[in-house]
């Protein structure tokens, strides 16, 4: 009796709700977004492993971990924000110069290296009392600097062997003031509020279709009733 009771009263409910449709399958746009996001995670841990194996005090992986749990943040970025300028004078230390167009690719390797941290030298010149807090600083970023030059002598050789970078790199980088953010251009030093708007190629990424002979006819009809809005020499 208990089974048929309940049995009429889940046909009295009735059917189940069906099970909800799957999730749209992940864009192209999405993809390459979380691809970026994961080629900067994978430079800030080489780059950081680089800096720790070249500054480290012993030559162990000891060493290395240690280098790396007391590294401190640059004192730069805690008075004032990354800017332009700031950006042009890491550039400089590292022999990237961002006046060239062929430059653009090093861009993300060269703010990686602007936020990077610096490894803590005071136990190795504790012994000196007249090395001022200066002078400890310098000597951190320039073993910082010999540390990354070699990173960015082979992103040059890479792209020289695959004929230039994969894709154009624009030289607009966004940044943050504190009040307000914008955009700077490395190439002609132009800063813009707005995000600046780029021309889409006009050549179509995918060979014409050849229409049947039906379709060919609601095209044509189509584009003779709609001629003042679409441009035929567009498609």
Same mark, same amino acid.
């Not at 136990?123 to 010999?146: F, G, P, S, Y």
């Given at each position: ?34 691809? =970026?996001?994961?080629?900067?995670? =994978? ?7 680089? &800096? ?37 004078? !890491?550039?400089?230390?590292?022999? &990237? ?9 090093? &861009? ?39 540390? !990354? ?56 990424? =995918? ?10 006819? =609601? ?17």
């Amino acid at each position: 009796n208990g089974a048929l009771k309940a049995l009429e009263e889940q046909e009295a409910r009735g059917p189940p709700p069906p099970p909800p449709p799957p999730p749209p399958a992940p864009s192209t746009r999405l993809a390459l977004h979380l691809g =970026l996001f994961r080629s900067r995670a =994978l430079l800030r841990r080489q780059m950081i492993r680089k &800096i720790a194996r070249v500054c480290r005090e012993t030559e162990s992986s000891w060493g290395e971990l240690k280098c790396v749990a007391t590294m401190q943040p640059r004192p730069q970025l805690l008075a004032v924000p990354l800017g332009p300028q700031r950006l042009l004078e !890491v550039a400089a230390s590292i022999n &990237i110069d961002l006046n060239k167009e062929s430059e653009m690719h090093l &861009i993300p390797l060269l703010i990686c290296f602007a936020r990077a941290p610096l490894p803590d030298l005071h136990q190795t010149d504790a012994a000196d009392k007249a090395v001022t807090h200066e002078l400890i600083l310098a000597a951190a970023q320039e073993k910082m600097a010999a540390a !990354v030059t070699p990173m960015v002598a082979g992103a040059r050789r890479r792209a020289q062997r695959a004929g230039g970078t994969r894709r154009k790199l624009l030289p607009w980088v966004q940044f943050a003031d504190g009040e307000a953010m914008y955009f700077y251009n490395f190439l002609d030093g132009e800063s813009q509020s707005a995000c600046p708007k780029f021309k889409l190629p006009k050549t179509a990424a =995918l060979p014409l279709r050849k229409l049947e002979p039906s379709a060919q006819v =609601l095209f044509e009809l189509g584009a003779s009733c709609f001629s003042d809005v679409l441009d035929l020499n567009e498609l």
